[in-house]
């Protein structure tokens, strides 16, 4: 809700292009797909210049770490 807030806010006071994603509409099963739609949108945010990309819910495209796994990573 708050990110909606901001873009409504920033697109009532100045002529700037929102894109608001979600982590889940990044991610794709297939090789490359990913890369390819990220690729596409920062495409079109550019032509749309200025313009404000906002990764809402990225945290859904990154594995939750374990303990275990914090204190390996700590260890190195």
Known sequence: MMVKAIVNEIKRSSPIQCFVRRGAEITNKYVGESERHLRVLF??????????????EIDAIAPTRSMRQVLIHSSF
């Open 43 to 56: 495409e079109e945010a550019r032509r749309a210049s200025p313009s404000l990309i906002v990764f809402d």
